[in-house]
């Protein structure tokens, strides 16, 4: 019996992890279910008793990639605070590299097409991102989570931009102007 239990922990963690990849990747829209079994080495069939929909999976992978992004500012702000954040999550590999990436830069506009279970559950991980970087501003910011908000929407819209233009060069002088964004709204508040 604990071998079962333990093979069909392992599957589960496989499509989780293939799911999250495509869906950063590809969109979910994109990423069908036929898909993301073939890559995870297993048949269409096995998907369903590890997730009652692609909306269920859909709500896993968002909750596990917020999860992983919050534990990676948390050591980013210990690493080397809101500079050494803004440079990790503004960075040429953070770019090139969507599939392992920032769940809200690549999939904001699928996740508010979501049922409202998801976009509540994305709603409560972005509040808990949104306070990890308002306490590390300094104290007399007058409204940090504005700011932390702020912050957010200029880091994840200047990694969209980056990602869309053809051209390394312009990417990265996008990805330089949103990180003199991001350290101006700090400087300001």
């Known amino acids: 019996m604990r071998y079962e239990k333990s093979r069909k922990d392992a599957s589960r963690g496989r499509i989780l992890e293939v799911a999250a990849?495509?869906?950063?990747?590809?969109?979910?829209a994109a990423s069908g279910l036929a898909t993301i079994m073939g890559d995870a080495g297993l048949t269409n069939g096995a998907f369903y008793p590890h997730f009652q929909s692609k909306a269920a999976l859909v709500r896993e992978t968002v909750a596990a990639a917020l999860e992983d992004q919050s534990d990676e500012i948390r050591q980013a702000l210990a690493s080397g605070g809101l500079a050494m954040?803004?440079?990790?999550?503004?960075?040429?590999?953070?770019?090139?590299n969507p599939g392992k990436g920032c769940a809200s830069?690549?999939?904001?506009?699928?996740?508010a097409r979501e049922p409202p279970e998801t976009r509540q559950l994305y709603t409560e991980r972005l509040l808990?991102?949104?306070?990890?970087?308002?306490?590390?501003?300094p104290p007399q910011t007058p409204d940090p989570e504005g700011v932390a908000f702020a912050?957010?929407?200029?880091?994840?819209?200047t990694l969209q931009l980056a990602r869309a233009v053809e051209g390394t060069e312009l990417s990265d002088r996008i990805l330089a102007a949103g990180k003199a964004a991001a350290r101006a709204l700090i400087e300001q508040s």
């Open 21 to 28: 990849e495509r869906f950063r990747k590809n969109g979910i």
């Open 85 to 96: 954040a803004i440079d990790t999550y503004l960075s040429a590999a953070h770019r090139d």
């Open 105 to 111: 830069a690549a999939l904001l506009a699928e996740i």
């Open 128 to 137: 808990t991102q949104v306070h990890q970087v308002s306490v590390e501003l």
């Open 151 to 157: 912050i957010f929407a200029t880091l994840i819209g």
